[in-house]
Structure formats: C-alpha cells, structure tokens
C-alpha cells in the first residue's frame, strides 16, 4: 500500500512537471514532493532535449512547487536555482551537454567564460576583470571576504597584467565584477605648483617625503601625495587627492621661511661629498657672482655700495671631522650657496664591472728526422728543431766509454827497470748527459760496422683553455683598479768594480697577472660609458739575458646599456709553420728520400676575447642583491668542497661562510648550485643535509 502510494504521487508529480500548462511547447510548470533528485534531472533532460550527466554523488530528495507558467529560459534557470539550493552545480561543456557536479568540485571544471554580465543566474561562469587604477594584489583579499565561500566559488589575481579572474555562479560573478568596476576609479591626480622664495627646492621635496614616509605603510595610497622638484625655477609640483595636496603644501609654505641667522653664518652638513673638495667649488663660484654684482653695482652709492660690500664679505671653510661646510655671507648669497650644496650633496651611482677573459689555444707539432755517419764516406747532421746534431752525440759516447790503464816501464834510482800499471779511468758522462737530456720524443740509434745511423721522432700537442672573471664596483666618475698576481724581479742594470772584486745588479720588480682598470660615467637613461685598460700577463720562460713575459693588454672607451655584456676586443691567430733540412737531391728521392731529410711541421691556433658588462647600482637593495649572489655562489662552493672533504683530514677542517641573514631569503642561483651539489653528492648523510638547509 505504501509503495503504490509512492508511486501515485511521483506519477502525479512527473505528470505536472512534464506536461506544459497551455497549449505553448515553451512554458512549462512544476510541483514536486520528496521526489528523488536523479528523477527530478530526468525531466528535466526530457523536457528541455538536453543530455544531462550526473555525478555519482548526486543524491537527495527535492520539495518544490511552482505556481507560475515558466517559459523555456525561466524553466532552466528554475532547475538551476533548485540544485543550488541542494549543494549542486550545473556546467555546460562546449559540446552541448550538462554535468551536475558538487560546488566544491565546481571550481576546478571547464566552466564557461564570459564576457561581460551575458549569463545570469545559478549559472557557473568564469570572468576575467581587467583593473586599470588599483592593485588586484590589495583588491582580491577584500574580494575573497565578500564571496559566497559555501558555493565553492574562487577569486584570484595575476599580479602581472593587472587582472582578477572571479569563478562562481553567474549572480554572485556579476556582483564582484560590479563592485571592482566602482572601486576601480581614477582618482583626483590634479597637479599643485608651490613657489619658493627662500628654501631650495630639492631639499624642500626630500623633507617633506620623509616626513610622509615616517607615517608608515598604514596610510592609504590615496592620501601619499607625490612630489618632483623643478630645480631651474626653484618650484615644487604637487599632484595627488585634495587632502593629499592640502596637507603638503601647507607643510611646504610653512617651511618656506628667511632664516634667521646669527651673523649670517650657517652649517651644512654633507652627507655624500667631501667638504675639503666643495670648498674650492663653491669658492670660484662665489668670485664669479661678486664680479657681476661688483660690475652691475660700480659708480653707484648707498644701496649699491652696501650690496658690493656684503657680497664681497663671503667665508667658505671645511671642517673636515664633521664633513661639514661652515658658510658666512649675506642671506641672498647664502640662499645660492644653499641651493648649489643641496644639488651637488647627492647620492652618486655606483657601477659594478664586470670582465670576462676567454683564451682556447691549440697547438700541435711533429718532427722526423734520419742522421748517419760512415768513417769513409762523411756523414749528414741537422740541428736545430729539437733535434740531437749527430757528431756531437758521436763525440760524446766516445767521452763516455771507460779507457783501460797502460803499462809504463819505469827507471829507479839505481838504474834498474820496472814495471807499473796506471789505474783504468772512467768515461766523462757530461757531454753525453747534456745532448740525451735535450731530445725529446723517441730517438734510436745503430751501429754497423764502419756505419751509424741516429733517427729521432716526436709529436706534440698543446691545449689550454683559460677563463677569467675579474670584478670591481666603483662609484661614478671615481677610477678603480684590480690586480691579481704577483711581483717579479727583473734585472735593469749590472756594474762591475775596479777590479771586479764587488759586482752589483740592480733590480727592479714588475707586476704579473690579471689587471683591470676602469673609470665609469653614467649617462642619461641606463647607459654607462667605460673608459677600460685591460692587462694580462705571465711568465712565458727565461733567456740568457731575462725573463720573457706574455701580455695581452687592451685600452678603450665603450658605451654599454646597464646590465649588457659587450665584446671589447679579441684576437683569432692561425699560424702553421713548416722546417725541412735535406741533402740535394738524394733528399727528393720518393720514400728513400726520408733518410736524407729533417722534416719539423707546427701548427698553432689561439682564440683570445675580451667581454664586459656594466652594471648601474643606484640604491642600497640593488647592492645588497648583487652582494647576497656572490657571496651565496663562494658559499655553495664551500659547502661543495667540504663535502667531497680532505683526504685523512675531518671534513670541519674546510672553512665555510655562516649562513647569510634568514630574513633575507637566498636568491634562485645559490638554490640551484645546492640542488646540483645534492644530486652530485646522492644521499647525503644528516650533518650533510643540515649544511644544505
């Protein structure tokens, strides 16, 4: 009895939901009670001919009537409106059909995207907000408290293009995408000019920034006012909100005031000049204006006369414990000399160079040769190119061989004879030591009755690839120099005594290595030009004379963009050389010819280059980043080095940098270098991954 009720009632229900109220195919009503959710989505996917896909876990009872006929678009948002009341969300994918899925999983389907407010309703859209005057990084946690969290909707920013991407239902997108629309509004940016009579304008700007940057990071945007300074009319450009403007205007007329001075005297304290070096600066310009105010006020009395007076009683002197200027003169000049100490004490740049040295040479060499000699018929010798002359080697085995002592008969003093034998003596090795230790490759040699014969051959090859990195940091307009070598002592002179009993040698030291030196001058824009000497040496060998040096040196001026590497200059040597010593004709013999003949063949090739990039460091965090890399980059290769650890010596004997500061994290190429380190190293022990970390 109680199922076939059930059954009445869902036909019922089934009957009123399904058949339309007129005569019309577009309007629809519907009553439903405690009928099954999937039944509920059957029809309305046989009404509306659409197919329908329902999540496993889709499940639950509905209870809804409609009194109102519904046209075909109302009919849809109906179904929409009764499956979010339930927890439900319903996505159109692009080839037609519905999925009904939980709103929690809602966020992360392929919903649609709109453009503009085109979808309304419980529909599940995604909309992408441009914002033009505020930060969506500010705007979207405020946007998160004011979305629907319980419908698993989601709001995030792309701080890159300015943008806040809203998923969610259709209404609740909309209201969003309303509010950003209002917030989003160009404020009053009107542009203030304060004239000043007194005080110097750049001065004026740094004060009155500081005192807003003491409030602290709480204050509104809106209300941070932005100033420049216009140094050729001594004027201040104010532009922000209304109350922004008001406030530093005010500020800025309160501060513009004749001072009141005792004696006309007044202190400067500079903060990035020298005082001993503005003083010379400040002294001719101050000539230059007495001069003009003396011809524009000669043959005149009174008023002129005092003025030429008062200009001519100016005192500018340095105290240099302080880094101060103490300044005496009449108010007008001392509002110039103000003026000009304000906009020379100013922060300089600072330029770190940066030089790379690149050489890759190679070389390669062989010699062949075949010596012989014949006690009746002469001999053929070839020196030079490494190789061993022949009669000298013949003469030196003949020096080398041990000699037998003679027999030598002898008379005493009595008239009788005798016998005696001399001791054998050993052969003289120094010859011979001398020529076997100047060959070089494989030299053989045989000995044939009245004939001998010597051949000797050698092949060389010589690589080397050099690389250089010499860095420096110096300020604008300020020369620096970096050398990294060593001293060596040449010999300039020698002289003799009367007798040569007390000889001397004068010696003078010369500096070896990598030396680089560079005088920087920031320009306009991001541009710096170099004015660059580049030195590098080494010891290439000795002569009977001296020692012979190797030098590539490099002087020019270049114009490079900040952060650019640009080639200096660089050398592309090929050189191939060929040394043949033969006997006429008997040496052109083909084949046969090789025994007449000394062949030497080299061959050498160098490429040598020369790069540098400038880098502009205008503040402090430019220069802490820059530092915290190379310093980070020498610290991993400790920590490197100290892993592969010293051979029967405890691992803590290898010296490491501490740790850099922990509020400042490590930049992305120190990260990298521990990540090679660790897969270089596999699984590392405890006290291993600690130093990591």
Do not use: C
């Not at 420096?472 to 307009?477: A, F, S, V």
């Not at 900040?562 to 006997?583: A, H, R």
């Not at 915290?628 to 080095?641: D, E, F, G, P, V």
Request: glycine residues 8%; negative net charge.
């Amino acid at each position: 009895m109680h199922v076939l009720k059930r059954l009445t009632w869902l036909s019922f229900a089934v009957a009123l939901f399904s058949l339309p109220a007129s005569a019309q195919d577009d309007e629809f009503s519907a009553s439903f009670r405690n009928t099954e959710i999937n039944e509920f989505i059957q029809v309305v996917s046989r009404n509306l001919e659409k197919t329908i896909i329902v999540d496993p876990e889709v499940r639950g009872r509905v209870n809804v009537r409609s009194y109102d006929v519904m046209s075909r678009q109302e009919y849809y948002q109906f179904f929409l409106n009764v499956l979010s009341v339930y927890g439900y969300a319903v996505i159109e994918m692009d080839t037609g059909p519905l999925k009904v899925i939980r709103d929690r999983d809602a966020k992360n389907a392929p919903s649609y995207v709109a453009e503009g407010d085109e979808r309304m309703g419980d529909e599940w859209v995604t909309r992408v907000v441009p914002v033009e005057n505020v930060s969506v990084r500010e705007l979207a946690p405020l946007l998160r408290q004011l979305n629907d969290q319980t419908s698993g909707g989601a709001v995030m920013n792309y701080d890159v293009s300015n943008v806040i991407m809203i998923t969610g239902r259709a209404a609740n997108v909309n209201r969003l995408a309303e509010i950003i629309r209002r917030v989003d509004q160009v404020g009053n940016q009107e542009v203030e000019i304060v004239e000043l009579k007194y005080a110097s304008a750049g001065e004026m700007v740094r004060i009155a920034q500081s005192v807003f940057a003491q409030q602290g990071s709480n204050t509104p945007e809106m209300l941070v006012p932005r100033l420049v300074a216009d140094e050729r009319t001594n004027r201040v450009l104010v532009s922000g909100e209304d109350r922004a403007r008001e406030r530093v205007v005010r500020l800025i007329k309160q501060l513009d005031q004749e001072m009141q001075t005792s004696g006309n005297t007044r202190v400067f304290y500079l903060r990035y000049a020298k005082a001993e070096e503005m003083v010379a600066l400040l002294r001719g310009m101050t000539a230059t204006l007495i001069a003009e105010e003396e011809r524009a006020s000669s043959g005149g009395t009174g008023a002129a006369q005092r003025n030429r007076r008062g200009a001519a009683e100016v005192s500018i002197e340095a105290h240099e414990p302080t880094n101060a200027l103490v300044i005496t003169a009449q108010p007008d000049m001392l509002r110039a000399i103000g003026d000009v100490v304000g906009q020379l004490d100013i922060r300089r740049a600072q330029v770190l160079v940066e030089a790379i040295i690149v050489e890759v040479f190679e070389g390669d060499g062989t010699t062949f040769g075949v010596q012989w000699v014949s006690e009746d018929y002469g001999m053929t010798q070839y020196s030079g190119s490494g190789m061993v002359p022949l009669g000298q080697l013949a003469v030196g085995v003949e020096q080398a061989r041990d000699r037998p002592g003679a027999e030598v008969t002898r008379v005493d003093n009595a008239g009788n004879q005798y016998t005696t034998r001399e001791p054998d003596q050993k052969g003289d090795l120094s010859l011979l030591a001398n020529l076997l230790g100047s060959a070089n490759g494989l030299l053989f040699g045989t000995v044939q009755d009245s004939w001998a014969a010597v051949v000797q051959a050698v092949a060389t090859n010589t690589n080397s690839n050099i690389l250089s990195a010499p860095s420096i940091t110096t300020l604008d307009n300020q020369e620096a120099v970096f050398l990294v070598g060593q001293e060596v002592p040449t010999l300039t002179g020698a002289t003799a005594g009367s007798s040569n009993d007390n000889p001397f040698q004068t010696v003078d030291r010369r500096e070896i290595g990598i030396r680089l030196r560079v005088t920087p001058q920031v320009n306009e824009g991001d541009s710096v030009q170099l004015m660059i000497e580049q030195e590098v040496s080494s010891i290439a060998g000795t002569t009977s004379v001296d020692v012979i040096f190797n030098k590539r040196e490099l002087k020019t001026t270049v114009l490079a963009n900040d952060g650019d590497t640009i080639v200096l200059g660089g050398l592309i040597d090929e050189d191939v050389q060929e040394s043949l010593s033969k006997v006429p004709l008997l040496g052109d013999i083909p084949i046969l010819g090789h025994l007449f003949k000394s062949t030497n063949v080299t061959t050498r090739k160098r490429n040598l280059m020369i790069f540098i990039r400038p880098t502009i460091v205008r503040d402090d965090g430019t220069m802490s980043g820059l530092s915290q890399r190379k310093y980070s980059y020498i610290r991993a290769q400790q920590l490197m080095q100290q892993d592969r650890g010293i051979s029967l010596r405890s691992r803590d004997v290898v010296p490491v940098l501490p740790d850099w500061p922990a509020d400042r994290p490590l930049p992305e190429s120190f990260e990298q270098l521990l990540r090679e380190r660790q897969n270089s190293t596999g699984n590392n022990n405890d006290e291993a991954q600690h130093h990591d970390h």
